[in-house]
């Protein structure tokens, strides 16, 4: 087996732009195809443009780069959008459930508004389950899930967001239980758990100095960490390399979480 995910078949939601985007270069530099998945169609466009000419035209049986535009919180999109995949490459060999939101109006527990509690859920949450639920339908034995969640998840490192916060701690059980119940199936699940990140989605907390300097100095690297890098950690554990992780978080933040 290659160590590598050369040859292999990816799909990456949330891949427009962010963690999402960068794991999608990684992957397609690597050798993989990558199917990119978001819902918003412009910026999709611009992604798959990037990664290769006229939209990953392979010139022999199938497209090299798929765009497909769904909002993972819908479950007739996220089923569309898989069998589409599955139409193109025949099935599929690494999962990255990577799409979610961090809504401005996300608020302490007594003041979140349901609209806003549900949204993200539905997003980071949901929007992960079905994509492991009709994603997982596509791999077979070797094919590997790969979640992107936060440390938030299980420290309080994003007071003020408890919506988000909470999206995020139920991937990490989602990673040890499917971790668990796949394993004979021979498939790995495992997760990334990045910190503070320079994404467009936090670009405007990054941008408030007293805010971002506050966080960074707990952080013992001292600085943001980047989606490239982000996006290395889950490509090594899509590869071969990592053939006897499973179960496991990876936490990409700096040393944030460590001290």
Request: aromatic share 4%; proline share 4%.
């Amino acid at each position: 087996m290659s160590e590598r995910p050369a040859g292999r078949r990816a799909l990456v939601t949330g891949a427009a732009r962010g963690i999402g985007l960068a794991t999608a270069r990684r992957l397609a530099a690597d050798g993989a195809r990558v199917a990119l998945l978001d819902v918003d169609a412009a910026s999709l466009g611009r992604a798959v443009a990037g990664l290769a000419p006229a939209g990953g035209a392979d010139t022999a049986t199938a497209p090299t780069v798929l765009a497909l535009r769904a909002d993972v919180a819908d479950e007739a999109g996220v089923e569309h959008a898989l069998a589409e995949v599955v139409d193109a490459w025949g099935g599929l060999d690494v999962l990255v459930p990577n799409a979610a939101v961090q809504l401005d109006h996300d608020d302490r527990v007594d003041r979140l508004a349901l609209a806003a509690w549900r949204r993200t859920l539905d997003v980071n949450l949901t929007g992960a389950f079905l994509t492991a639920k009709h994603g997982v339908r596509a791999l077979g034995p070797g094919g590997v899930v790969v979640f992107t969640a936060s440390p938030a998840g299980h420290y309080a490192i994003a007071r003020g967001r408890h919506a988000y916060s909470a999206s995020k701690a139920g991937i990490y059980g989602l990673v040890k239980v499917m971790a668990a119940d796949l394993a004979a199936d021979g498939i790995r699940v495992c997760g990334v758990f990045p910190g503070v990140t320079d994404t467009p989605m936090n670009a405007a907390f990054l941008a408030d100095a007293p805010a971002r300097d506050a966080l960074l100095s707990a952080v013992p690297l001292g600085r943001a960490g980047s989606a490239e890098e982000v996006a290395a950690v889950i490509a090594f554990l899509a590869s071969d390399e990592a053939s006897y992780a499973t179960g496991a978080v990876w936490t990409v933040d700096g040393g944030l979480t460590a001290v």
